[in-house]
């Protein structure tokens, strides 16, 4: 069974940073590009930056390029987000999620972890 | 970016009614879409992939469908675990998006 398990989201205030992980096992994690997904309260479901199976690659949304770094450790089968200058507008539960055979859907999802941006 | 509009935002119905959910997209983009169902506290879910493939383990109710720019999810059978809020999402064009969310209530 494919699970995914987020950790790290906290309080922080505005400018800080915050590394969030996502352990998995159930599949072969070093053959899949992974992602990070966010969901500000009350909002609707916003792609933030993906990893190559093999980290070579990665793509970040406009919104978070140059203040986030996604990164992974095969041998630990576990995905980092490594958020620098919180805003307030990066409030948000934040999913790891595992990229469908081919394709940059999502076919499976953390329970997500909540990074809360607050002075 | 390429954006999806769902509609409608939300919808109130019974258990049992047919239910169809509409995704358009700005521009084409082929069959790359898939569909996701979040019920709050829960992960999201995959439903449907490539608009209209139902995802392993997904009940034969939930079905999706494509025409041009527009894209449709329907439940053939509303039932209580059915409501939940859904999402389109596109995978065609970098940076992949979502649609704002259908909001599925009991009426």
């Keep these: 069974e494919v699970q995914l398990v987020e950790s790290g989201g906290v309080v922080v205030p505005p400018g800080g940073s915050l590394r969030l992980s996502c352990a998995a096992s159930g599949f072969a994690f070093d053959a899949y590009t992974m992602h990070w997904v966010r969901q500000a309260p009350g909002k609707g479901l916003d792609w933030v930056s993906l990893i190559t199976w093999d980290g070579e690659n990665s793509h970040y949304a406009d919104s978070v390029k140059g203040r986030f770094t996604i990164s992974r450790d095969n041998s630990k089968n576990s995905l980092y987000l490594q958020m620098n200058s919180l805003r307030t507008e990066d409030t948000a539960f934040y999913y790891c999620a595992k990229e469908g055979t081919g394709d940059p859907y999502f076919d499976h999802w953390g329970q997500g972890t909540l990074v809360t941006v607050s002075s | ?107």
């Design chain 2, 1 to 107: 970016a390429i954006q999806l509009t769902q509609s409608p935002s939300s919808l109130s119905a019974s258990v049992g009614d047919r239910v169809t959910i509409t995704c358009r997209a700005s521009l084409v983009i082929s069959s790359a879409l898939a569909w996701y169902q979040h019920i709050p506290g829960k992960p999201p879910k995959l439903l449907i992939h490539h608009a209209s493939s139902l995802n392993s383990g997904v009940p034969s109710r939930f079905s999706g469908s494509a025409s041009g720019t527009d894209f449709t999810l329907t439940i053939s059978s509303l039932q209580p675990e059915d409501f939940a809020t859904y999402y389109c999402q596109q995978f065609n064009t970098f940076p992949w998006t979502f649609g704002q969310g259908t909001k599925v209530e009991i009426k």
